[in-house]
């Protein structure tokens, strides 16, 4: 059984940067394209970031893309993302999940708990 497990969330001021982590277990994430995911109040879940199986590509949402940063260690089973310049629009519970295929926008198993990421202007 795949378990997704999400931290690193917290209170930031606008401007400010999170690191977020996500821990994998009962599969490898080796051989996988991996992806982060948020979710607003009120709002549906979206693609945030992803990256390739072999780390030499990722894409990210264009609001996004400059400020966040996507990595992973296979070793550990772990994957990352580095946000910097924070707004209040990325307030929302981050996940993380297997990509269904680079391309994709979707995730492949049961969403984990999520953490919170909470931007203050």
């Known amino acids: 059984q795949v378990q997704l497990l999400e931290s690193g969330g917290g209170l930031v001021q606008a401007g400010g940067p999170l690191r977020l982590s996500c821990t994998v277990s009962g599969r490898t994430i080796n051989g996988y394209d991996m992806g982060w995911f948020r979710q607003a109040p009120g709002k549906g879940r979206e693609f945030v970031a992803g990256i390739q199986w072999d780390g030499d590509y990722s894409r990210y949402l264009d609001s996004v893309r400059g400020r966040f940063t996507i990595s992973r260690d296979d070793g550990k089973n772990m994957v990352y993302l580095e946000m910097n310049s924070l707004q209040p629009d990325d307030t929302a519970v981050y996940y993380c999940?297997?990509?269904?295929?680079?391309?994709?926008?979707?995730?492949?198993?049961?969403w984990g708990q999520g953490t919170q990421v909470t931007v203050s202007s």
């Open positions: 999940n297997f990509l269904e295929s680079w391309g994709s926008s979707g995730g492949i198993f049961a």
